[in-house]
């Protein structure tokens, strides 16, 4: 992860439009793909990817052979094991592991179409600090969501519009690129241990995608939609409840909403105040 003087500097240049790093060079893109037991949906979807700098599978405790089958087709990913349960926690851990200067996390069961990432990236590399998938913006679509999730989605993106002042069409789509730069703004937790009694930490569910896009508001990270075309799962059943998960994302909601302001978002804040003064914007 960058220091905060090279997020600072980095954030700049990509305020200004740069397409390099501030060394010069093109930005490392990683992957993040969090699993639990995709061993058939993996020879679909890694296949599909393009070229990448670093590929990061993070494993949630598969009793298939997932990790098996990501050494086998891709020899050069980084495994991790998450250490507590969750989408939110994988993604937690693979961020931590992360060395890229883009982040794009994608699912692996052949939901999110690999194929779209340099969409997130040319957003990314010509100004904005976090690209966001939308599937209800002209060009996106999807094969899978229901009548309820698509009822619940809108109702959640009228919320957090009137609370946050955002603009979001597709709150909980989880298919979103950023740089490496904006981690510590997400504030997420990869090190504690899993809580007693199998419960778990807030963030570590399925409403780790509303907790990235509210904090991004929070800080007010230059965000964009990408248009994005969700595919039917191609094995197995998904682990997403409408009405559990649903409840989850509104308290998270709520919570975000009378959470004190943290310190790295007062920082990038008053970085974004200061290039924009430098720049007379």
């Not at 966001?132 to 009228?158: E, P, W, Y």
Request: proline letters at 5%; hydrophobic letters at 40%; a neutral charge.
């Amino acid at each position: 992860m960058l220091g905060s003087g090279a997020r600072h500097a980095h954030s700049a240049a990509v305020l200004e439009g740069a397409a390099h790093t501030g060394s010069g060079r093109a930005p490392r893109v990683t992957v993040v793909m969090p699993t639990l037991n995709e061993a058939r949906n993996l020879p679909h979807v890694l296949p599909l990817l393009p070229p990448v700098d670093e590929l990061v599978v993070v494993d949630g405790g598969s009793d298939d052979d997932t990790l098996a089958v990501a050494r086998m087709l891709r020899p050069d990913a980084v495994l991790v094991r998450q250490n507590r349960r969750g989408k939110g926690n994988a993604l937690a851990c693979g961020f931590a592991a992360a060395t890229g200067d883009i982040i794009v996390m994608i699912d692996a069961d052949g939901s999110t179409d690999p194929r779209e990432i340099p969409r997130f990236v040319a957003e990314l590399t010509e100004g904005a600090d976090f690209a966001k998938g939308s599937r209800f913006v002209a060009g996106g679509g999807s094969s899978d969501i229901t009548r309820l999730r698509r009822l619940g989605n809108q109702f959640l993106n009228v919320l957090v519009n009137g609370l946050f002042r955002t603009r979001y069409s597709d709150l909980c789509y989880g298919y979103n690129a950023f740089w490496a730069y904006c981690l510590p703004v997400f504030e997420l937790d990869s090190t504690s241990p899993a809580p007693a009694g199998g419960a778990r930490l807030w963030g570590d569910g399925f409403e780790i995608e509303t907790l990235l896009n509210v904090r991004a508001a929070r800080a007010r990270l230059r965000l964009v939609e990408v248009p994005s075309h969700e595919h039917a799962r191609i094995h197995g059943a998904s682990n997403l409840n409408a009405v559990t998960d649903g409840l989850r994302v509104l308290r998270t909601i709520f919570r975000e909403v009378r959470r004190p302001r943290t310190a790295p978002e007062a920082a990038y804040l008053a970085g974004h105040r200061d290039h924009a003064a430098e720049h007379g914007q």
